[in-house]
């Protein structure tokens, strides 16, 4: 059974940082591409970034383009996304998943999820 674990969420002043991990069970991460995405109240799941299998290739949303990075240990099955400069409009709930086999910006390409973790950003 494939578990995936965020953490890391928490509340944060605006332009504060924090770090997310997200921990992997019953999936060997090195053979499949990660993302991040988030979703606020009222809003539909936003692509923020993502890594492929070997950590090389990235993609960012150009609304945190800058400010966020993503990365990948695949020897500890997590993969972790690393935010600066926080703002109020980064509030939402923080998702990783696993890709089916592409790397990509559409939660269509995306079969496992995790539960997630909020993030919430005061001015």
């Known amino acids: 059974q494939v578990q995936l674990v965020e953490s890391g969420g928490g509340l944060v002043q605006a332009g504060g940082s924090l770090r997310l991990s997200c921990a992997a069970s019953g999936l060997p991460l090195s053979s499949v591409p990660m993302g991040w995405f988030r979703q606020a109240p009222g809003n539909e799941r936003e692509f923020v970034a993502a890594?492929?299998?070997?950590?090389?290739?990235?993609s960012n949303a150009d609304s945190v383009k800058g400010r966020f990075t993503i990365s990948r240990d695949n020897f500890k099955n997590t993969v972790t996304l690393q935010m600066h400069s926080l703002k109020r409009e980064d509030t939402a709930g923080y998702y990783c998943?696993?890709?089916?086999?592409?790397?990509?910006?559409?939660?269509?390409?995306?079969?496992?999820w995790g539960q997630g973790t909020q993030v919430t950003v005061s001015s």
């Open positions: 890594i492929n299998w070997s950590g090389r290739n990235t």
């Open positions: 998943a696993a890709s089916k086999g592409l790397l990509a910006s559409s939660p269509d390409s995306y079969v496992y």
